[in-house]
């Protein structure tokens, strides 16, 4: 509660293409990490990926990516077309 006596609203996810733009696009599709995009990569996978950043890869927090907001980005990604545009391994 806030002191003026109202919950804070928590904020509205952002769409799974923004969250790819701002956080996953940074080194996927750019020569620093695989491509993703157009891999048919599984929901569950993706998710665990994310949240326990194997390999080289960083981990990210539910206060950076939310749940809610992961769910939508593993179904978007495992539903997406390849970018000709990314490059990478």
């Not at 950076?64 to 391994?89: R, T």
Request: glycine letters at 8%; charged letters at 25%; hydrophobic letters at 35%.
């Amino acid at each position: 509660m806030t002191c003026s006596g109202f919950a804070s609203a928590a904020p509205a996810p952002r769409p799974p293409e923004t969250v790819y733009a701002k956080t996953c696009g940074y080194c996927h599709g750019q020569h620093v990490a695989p491509i993703i995009r157009g891999r048919g990569l599984p929901v569950d996978v993706i998710e665990q990926y994310v949240r326990t950043g194997p390999r080289s890869m960083v981990a990210f927090r539910p206060t950076e990516i939310s749940d809610a907001e992961l769910k939508a980005l593993a179904k978007w990604l495992n539903a997406s077309k390849a970018d000709p545009k990314e490059k990478g391994e």
